[in-house]
């Protein structure tokens, strides 16, 4: 199972917004959204930063809500971490566990084409697992 055969199943939609909109607009697309990260992009799709709630949580609980009229470019981390698609889910949980973070934008020819989160990685790695041990099951269940 690769990160693209999740994207196939899951749909390729992507949650963004410009480097220029601000904090206000980003908490009003999470929340609409019911997600937790938001990629930033350019004119063109590439990814220049990505915003999560605990960017915005970060914040607001340090200088407090005046924040919320900054630009998420001010917020966002613009170091980004990508996958090409190729990855296998053990890969991809490696890249979360150790960058300690949720979200991994996927990118193809420099363009932002998905996004994978712990929850669909979570999800797609308990379905194996039961599939491996319904196989082992019968395996037993034969000899
Ligand atoms: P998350 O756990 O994804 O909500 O994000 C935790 C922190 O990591 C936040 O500061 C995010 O801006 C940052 N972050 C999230 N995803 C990535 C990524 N793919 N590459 C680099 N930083 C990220």
Redesign the pocket.
Known sequence: MTVRMILDEKGYDVATIGPTATLREAVELLAEKRI??IVVIDSERHVVG??????IVRVIGLDGPGRLDDAVSTV??A???TADGNETIPQIMEQMTA???????VVRAGKLVGIISIGDVVKHRLAEMERESHAMREYIMST
């Open positions: 937790g990260a990505i915003l999560s709630e605990r960017d966002m981390t170091k980004v971490e960058g300690r973070f949720r979200h991994v934008p």
